[in-house]
């Protein structure tokens, strides 16, 4: 790719480096007022001791400036790191260079990269590879497990190595690039609009709901409340079900009581004859 091929070979050893370390960046957290700070720094180690191998201060205060807050989504936050390679770089080498941007860039990356990271990886392309992963481990189907994690992994590890490259290579024009032309604006919407479309697919598929009420008519046939519900509004009930898991989301209720929820939930109605 054209991303590796205009970069020198030390260069390409560097990168590689940084892209291999990067999965250890949300395995470390120091507190609030850090977040992934230590992990950022351990991964960008490799250019900060390659361009200030011979500068003691420089390395320190490179150092330093990545003690900042960082948090942003793993899947392309590689292109950061390659982006902040490259500015330290001509940090060591340019004297009327300000430092100060390197970590003004960094953090007015975090947000824009994120949303268009969660939309793409966490919005579409986890719920695309756990919708076929849930289809065909619901059959019995040891590749269930196994493609779920072949469509999630690989798209995300191709991305956060190429990334790297992109960063390091493209620079800072990039991002200002795509702002000035519409792209990241146009991007993030496209993102956000397929990762609801594949939300809504998975929750008419996934969530299923069929009850045994029943109205018994003397002398007829009984009239089966699940017949007037799907009159109604098919899928009603798996409609509201996730709707109403998501307000409680919304209002900060952890996961795992909501989960605990529904599970008690549909067992009381198993018992008393609902489903």
């Not at 949300?26 to 500068?55: E, I």
């Not at 150092?63 to 590689?78: A, D, E, K, L, P």
């Not at 793409?120 to 269930?144: N, T, Y």
């Not at 009159?231 to 509201?240: E, I, R, S, T, Y």
Request: aromatic share 10%.
């Amino acid at each position: 790719m054209k991303l590796t091929q205009n970069v020198s070979k030390a260069d390409r050893k560097m990168l590689n480096r940084i892209f291999w370390r990067s999965f250890t960046v949300f395995a470390s957290r120091a507190g609030a007022t850090k977040a992934h700070a230590p992990g950022f720094m351990y991964s960008v180690m490799p250019a900060l001791d390659r361009y200030y191998k011979g500068d003691p201060t420089g390395h320190r205060e490179a150092m330093q400036r990545h003690t900042t807050w960082y948090n942003i989504t793993q899947n392309v936050g590689t292109f950061v790191m390659g982006l902040v390679a490259a500015m330290e770089k001509k940090n060591a080498e340019t004297k009327d260079f300000d430092p100060e941007a390197i970590v003004a860039l960094k953090t007015s990356l975090m947000g824009p990269l994120s949303g268009i990271g969660d939309s793409i990886f966490w919005g579409v392309l986890r719920v695309i590879a756990a919708g076929i992963g849930i289809s065909l481990a619901s059959q019995g189907s040891v590749l269930g497990p196994i493609l779920f994690l072949i469509i999630y992994n690989v798209p995300s590890i191709l991305t956060r190595y190429y990334l790297t490259y992109a960063g390091f290579t493209l620079g800072d024009t990039f991002i200002q690039r795509m702002y000035e032309n519409g792209s990241m604006k146009l991007l993030s919407k496209a993102a956000a609009t397929l990762g609801l479309m594949m939300i809504g697919s998975m929750t008419a598929t996934m969530v299923t709901f069929k009850s045994k009420l029943a109205i018994p008519i003397q002398g007829g046939k009984p009239i089966a409340i699940q017949t007037y519900l799907d009159q109604l509004w098919k899928g009603l009930v798996p409609l509201a079900v996730t709707l109403g898991c998501y307000w409680l989301l919304s209002k900060k209720v952890n996961v795992n009581w909501i989960l605990l929820g529904v599970l008690l939930l549909a067992i009381v109605m198993g018992l008393v004859g609902i489903v």
